[in-house]
């Protein structure tokens, strides 16, 4: 199925790409995207040159790519795209197996996810819904009282692989008449938060909006604060400094998403869970 450059490029239209050598895992994957959402226009290719192509002409916003191809390898057409500043916010690669260095190759070229064939349906299709949820705005709530502190978060969260709309304040009191306004799907918490501390500005969210998931940082034992903090509806604790990739993991957990393996590969330990509200790939 051909997309047109315009069409792709000027938003009105989603295109995926799958490309591998072996034509019945195009089609499977092919009818799967379809499946999942029919909007998305699927394009196929066979050969590393073919990948490399499609990346410039379709700047896709999904890929399933093969890593063996009979003329050069999808790494390579990836690595190849990517130099000519065509990034795909979604990218799979698809291996026979797991290979040394593949969590190197996999962050080098951004990768979402990394798969061994045979592919799971299953996991795939957890995969596709956890993608789209991700293009899907996030309202996120950032308290903090130090405005250094907050920009240094800010530009965490701007490097989360979800569409996060930060909105930020200093205050408890600023904090509850947002909450108040407009229900957000996180809210971020710091724990030495003034006049009253980041805990008990919690536990007000938790009253007037109970199914908000909260998360507190702090700059000292997570996984102390998280046995303290379980008794009053703590969802997270994360512990400063944290990376996106931290970030990213709270939200596939509070919002009920597949966590890629390539995530859990590449992040040395998971933070701090204070309750059972958490869930899990």
Not at 159 to 179: C, M, N, Q, W, Y
């Amino acid at each position: 199925m051909r997309v047109s450059d315009s069409e792709a490029r000027d938003g009105t239209t989603t295109v995926a790409l799958v490309a591998d050598r072996d034509p019945d895992l195009r089609s499977r994957l092919a009818a799967l995207i379809r499946t999942h959402d029919p909007a998305l226009k699927v394009v196929q290719a066979a050969t590393c040159r073919e990948t490399y192509e499609a990346c410039l002409a379709h700047r896709p916003a999904l890929a399933f790519v093969g890593l063996q191809f009979e003329d050069a390898t999808g790494a390579e057409a990836m690595a190849r795209a990517k130099a000519r500043g065509v990034g795909v916010p979604c990218l799979v690669l698809i291996a026979a197996q797991v290979f040394q260095r593949w969590t190197e190759v996999s962050q080098h070229l951004d990768a979402f996810e990394f798969l061994r064939t045979p592919l799971d349906e299953e996991h795939i299709a957890g995969l596709l819904h956890a993608d789209a949820r991700r293009r899907q705005p996030t309202r996120l709530l950032l308290v903090d009282g130090a405005e250094q502190s907050r920009a240094v978060v800010r530009r965490i969260l701007a490097r989360s692989g979800f569409r996060l709309l930060v909105e930020e304040t200093d205050s408890a009191p600023h904090a509850l008449k947002l909450i108040r306004l407009a229900a957000c799907d996180l809210a971020v918490i710091d724990l030495g938060l003034r006049g009253g501390g980041g805990l008990e500005l919690a536990c007000q969210i938790r009253e007037i909006a109970p199914e908000t998931p909260l998360v507190l940082m702090t700059g000292g034992d997570a996984a102390t604060m998280a046995q303290a903090s379980r008794h009053f509806g703590i969802d997270y604790v994360l512990r400063k400094p944290f990376f996106a990739r931290d970030v990213d993991r709270v939200l596939y957990h509070v919002l009920g998403l597949r966590r890629p393996y390539l995530l859990n590969a590449i992040t040395d330990a998971p933070p701090a869970q204070a309750g059972p509200r958490a869930a899990h790939a």
